[in-house]
């Protein structure tokens, strides 16, 4: 028994992260199912019929770990094969038939070695849900406001625990999001309140988890692999830090018409940095706290973190004013990561067939604009989000309220391209004259604005290898942070 459960142990660690395995029930994905944990092949004993089943097991279902129960055997009436290699679980497993025995329904053995691991498999289920949320649910009902769609709602959530602190147990800050199981669960019993945004995607909404506030993406059907790539990328180990938008689940819903796919994160009242630089300006120090919020979540996106619960480095792609959000402390949270790609440093590959014109006009690198970008560099990837960067702590600087410097808010270009900018508004003047949004000759007589205003410039070079890195404009950004806390002592 000992050696059997040492095998095991060291056959999951010899698994590799997505392993491609054979699924009878995923018709969708072409019958291929990945996971994490091994590829499950199984035989049952039906009414002297042998049922075939093929499927994968994640790490987190193997319980207890060293021998799971859905890998046992039941003698002449089941057959299980574990396995760890890409699509190993596509075979037949034959199993005898007894002669002169009538395996029907009412047979005791058949009838044991179908309940008993049933009943398993549901108490396991029970025990990690009340592990979960700290006493089982009395549901009641509420009414969504948009439509009469009930969902069931926990009456009883006087200890329950928090988002924050179910991310926090079950993830232990290495990872972003909730298991499987409890992201459904918990999506499943969230009430939407407004609609608190719209995009080519779908819609935001803001909602309701027991008293806890979430936002709530819904994308259209059409959408359905951004929505998949999307909750991918947030998934992603290590992926979560203060300055990237707070992932909590992904779920897909049936609302009597259609299939919804919801992706439900962080709510932040303040919504996007576009619409909270529209409604206020910012002080010395609140400018330098946005920018260097921005700052710091793009570098740690850009981050390889290496080991065996490592992070790829990671580019946005799309990064814009309207896609940071803008939290209660005055600090960014960067997010949309649906154009996002992941960096393999061993092969140095993309995980992702790359379409190098993605994003939005407006902040388009010029090595873009003008198809001049080095497709297979991750590098060129990254510098593409700083020039992105760039244009955002531009448009922070520009509402920055110093003395008498006071401007209204304006995207990037305002002045030198159509509202709906093309291609070609964007190339002629990126590109063939080399323009960028102008600085203020006012902001070099403060220090905190010289100092964005150098950054800013550092970071749009048309040259993209002489950009400044966005761990560099971090720390550079730290500094001044620093400075200015001693000057407010």
């Avoid at 299939?259 to 940095?273: A, F, R």
């Avoid at 206020?280 to 290496?306: P, Q, R």
Wanted: aromatic share 8%; glycine share 6%; charged share 20%.
């Amino acid at each position: 028994m000992v050696m059997f459960e040492t095998l095991f142990v060291l056959l999951l660690l010899s698994v590799p992260l997505g392993l491609k395995c054979f699924c009878i029930s995923c018709v969708s994905t072409n019958y291929t199912c990945e996971t994490d944990g091994i590829c499950l092949a199984s035989a049952t004993l039906f009414g002297g019929i042998v049922e075939q089943w093929k499927t994968c097991v994640f790490q987190r279902d193997m319980m207890p770990p060293g021998k799971p129960f859905s890998c046992a055997n039941s003698k002449n009436v089941s057959k299980t094969f574990c396995c760890n290699t890409d699509y190993c679980n596509n075979i037949d497993i034959t199993l005898p038939i007894p002669k002169g025995k009538d395996y029907s329904w009412g047979n005791i053995e058949l009838a044991a070695a179908i309940t008993v691991p049933m009943c398993l498999l549901c108490l396991a289920m029970l025990v990690t849900v009340y592990a979960f949320y700290g006493r089982p649910c009395a549901y009641g009902k509420a009414k969504r406001q948009r439509g009469n769609v009930e969902e069931p709602v926990c009456s009883d959530i006087t200890e329950r625990k928090t988002l924050k602190h179910l991310i926090t147990d079950m993830t232990t800050g290495s990872g972003s999001g909730l298991p499987l199981l409890v992201q459904r669960t918990i999506a499943r019993t969230i009430v939407l309140q407004e609609i608190v945004g719209k995009g080519r995607f779908g819609e935001v909404w803001h909602g309701k988890w027991h008293g806890e506030e979430v936002a709530v993406k819904i994308f259209s059907s059409s959408e359905e692999q951004s929505w998949f790539r999307e909750a991918e990328i947030y998934q992603t180990v290590m992926l979560r830090h203060e300055n990237i938008l707070g992932f909590i689940a992904a779920d897909n819903k049936d609302n009597g018409t259609w299939t919804e796919l919801w992706l439900v994160s962080d709510y932040h009242e303040h919504g996007s940095l576009f619409e909270y630089l529209n409604k206020y300006t910012v002080t010395e120090s609140g400018m330098i706290k946005l920018a260097l919020s921005a700052a710091s979540g793009l570098a740690h996106l850009h981050m390889e973190i290496v080991g065996t619960q490592g992070k790829p480095a990671i580019a946005h792609r799309d990064l814009k004013s309207k896609n940071i959000l803008v939290k209660k402390n005055g600090t960014c949270a960067i997010a949309d990561l649906g154009l996002a790609i992941r960096h393999d440093s061993v092969t140095d590959s993309i995980d992702i067939a790359n379409n190098h014109r993605v994003g939005t006009k407006r902040y388009m690198a010029p090595e873009i604009l003008d198809d001049a970008m080095e497709m297979k560099n991750f590098d060129s990837c990254k510098r593409v989000d700083v020039y992105a960067l760039g244009l955002v702590l531009w448009e922070i600087a520009r509402r920055c309220s110093i003395g008498e410097i006071h401007d209204e808010y304006q995207l990037p270009y305002y002045d030198l391209v159509p509202p709906d900018p093309s291609i070609d508004d964007m190339r002629k003047v990126v590109c063939d004259q080399n323009l960028r949004p102008r600085v203020q000759n006012q902001w070099e007589s403060y220090e905190a604005l010289r100092v964005m205003s150098k950054i800013i410039q550092e970071c749009w070079y048309a040259n993209a290898a002489a950009r400044l890195t966005a761990l560099r404009i971090k720390k550079t950004l730290s500094q001044l942070r620093m400075e200015d806390v001693k000057i407010q002592l």
